[in-house]
């Protein structure tokens, strides 16, 4: 991550975006370079987790690692790249517990076109804008 730049969009985003939350980047490494990598959450009474609840403390400036080890919504194994295996167990969830897709046809017609990908490092770490470092290379930011 180019130091510069971090410091310029800090200025910029305080400048547009007065009082409200920094963005979360996040990207593969095969390093945890002191990145939480906590364990595996517990599975609510219906048997599920979420990644959004996994990563909300990144919100608040702490970094975190996953991989399929602790990630505990196993719907986001496959597009995360830490499986490649399209199971009948994802399509289910995906497509009636979730309900992000509204058919199987439509599941799979999504990975015909778009065939799964191996994770590019060991890890997906999610860090806040501001805790970015000169050896992270941001991937994706939201």
């Known amino acids: 991550m180019n130091?510069?730049?971090k410091a310029h969009f800090m200025e910029?985003?305080?400048k547009y975006f007065p009082d409200t939350?920094?963005?979360i980047a996040c990207f593969y490494s095969n390093e945890l370079n002191n990145v939480e990598f906590p364990n595996a959450p517990k599975p609510n009474a219906k048997g599920f987790t979420c990644i959004f609840s996994q990563i909300a403390p990144v919100r608040k400036?702490?970094?975190r690692a996953f991989n399929i080890e602790n990630?505990?919504?196993?719907g986001s194994f496959l597009p995360f790249g830490?499986?490649?295996e399209i199971t009948e167990d994802v399509r289910n969830y995906v497509c009636n517990v979730e309900r992000v897709k509204k058919s199987y046809e439509h599941f799979n017609s999504m990975?015909?076109?778009r065939p799964p990908k191996q994770a590019a490092g060991k890890y997906l770490v999610f860090k806040r804008w501001d805790t970015l470092e000169e050896q992270d290379n941001p991937q994706v930011i939201f």
């Open 3 to 5: 130091i510069e730049i």
């Open 21 to 23: 939350e920094l963005p």
């Open 61 to 63: 400036g702490r970094a």
């Open 12 to 14: 910029a985003w305080e």
């Open 82 to 84: 830490f499986t490649t």
């Open 111 to 113: 990975y015909e076109h």
């Open 71 to 74: 990630l505990g919504c196993f």
